[in-house]
């Protein structure tokens, strides 16, 4: 980890935060229970236990992994319903196959971002290749649930294939720091996912020792999370590592540092830093559905129970 590297940041664009920015300050650090998922992958759940009001329009995020898989070992998840939001799933490590019931779908890898719209609803699944199955490997990835607004939440589904070799790359002042920008916007550079509810998606390798200053929208929120290595977060210096999140006050910048020495087989401090715009609407969940009252749910569940979220297409070669 990661795919996406160049061998000098020095060429790449530079972002500075203003002199006269407001640091924001790191409210709290919190370690991600771990768990299986689908077929039972193992994940950690980046977000649990940190109140809604920090997180939205971010409904919940999974590391899936690390993990170096034996052979026969390699899982992904059943065909599942989702509406309501969006997932992105960004892929550091290994392979994942995306098929769902409107025709959406591809293989990401290394570096690869699949960003799917669920919108009014529909069936979705996720399986590693027959190649990864047989042979074993190393498996890293991230899964991100971002909220629709109430106008958005049954628009049609879509399909968004964002090659790793589409993110836009930037770096910090002093070049310490390769910034993987997904979506959104930093220091007027703007990254390939479109979004429905504005927000920033960005995966960031800084160097042992170096420290990153970023100037963040103001409207937005600000969470990080470690995936490898250990650093510090805001002006306070609070420490977090690999499979914790942060939760950032209000401000216009955001800092954080890397220890001096790494203790994992990343010589980076690994991490992302995540922000939106608040949608402030009431979220009701129930598994795969997000919706603003709890009779929406009950339709949803009802539509999906009816097959009208889709159905599972009939040349699918993952079964009915």
Request: proline share 8%.
């Amino acid at each position: 980890m990661p795919a996406v590297t160049v061998e000098n940041p020095l060429t790449l664009p530079r972002v500075t935060a203003p002199a006269d920015g407001k640091p924001r300050q790191a409210l709290a650090v919190s370690t991600a229970p771990s768990g299986l998922e689908g077929e039972g992958f193992p994940v950690r759940r980046a977000f649990a236990g940190i109140d809604y009001r920090h997180l939205d329009p971010f409904i919940m995020m999974d590391q899936m992994g690390e993990v170096d898989y034996a052979a026969g070992e390699p899982k992904g998840t059943p065909w599942h319903p989702h509406r309501g939001f969006e997932t992105v799933t960004y892929i550091m490590d290994g392979t994942f196959i995306h098929q769902d019931s409107h025709g959406g779908g591809g293989t990401i890898t290394n570096g690869d971002t699949q960003w799917m719209t669920a919108g009014s609803g529909l069936l979705h699944i996720e399986t590693p290749p027959e190649s990864l199955v047989l042979s074993g490997g190393l498996f890293h990835g991230l899964q991100l649930w971002v909220n629709l607004p109430k106008a958005d939440k049954m628009m049609p589904p879509k399909y968004q294939d964002i090659r790793a070799g589409g993110l836009k790359l930037l770096t910090s002042a002093d070049g310490g720091a390769l910034i993987r920008l997904i979506a959104g916007d930093i220091g007027g550079h703007t990254g390939p996912g479109s979004t429905h509810t504005p927000i920033t998606m960005t995966h960031v390798s800084l160097n042992a020792g170096a420290s990153v200053t970023l100037p963040w929208r103001a409207d937005f929120n600000a969470l990080a999370y470690g995936l490898a290595g250990t650093g510090f977060a805001g002006p306070q210096s609070r420490p977090f590592a690999m499979g914790q999140a942060v939760v950032f006050g209000p401000g216009d910048t955001l800092t954080v540092r890397a220890a001096d020495t790494q203790d994992s087989r990343s010589a980076n401090f690994e991490f992302v830093l995540l922000g939106g715009l608040p949608i402030r609407e009431p979220m009701m969940q129930y598994g795969p559905f997000v919706m603003n009252t709890h009779a929406e749910l009950a339709q949803a569940f009802d539509d999906f129970q009816a097959g009208r979220l889709g159905r599972i297409p009939a040349d699918s070669p993952y079964g009915r």
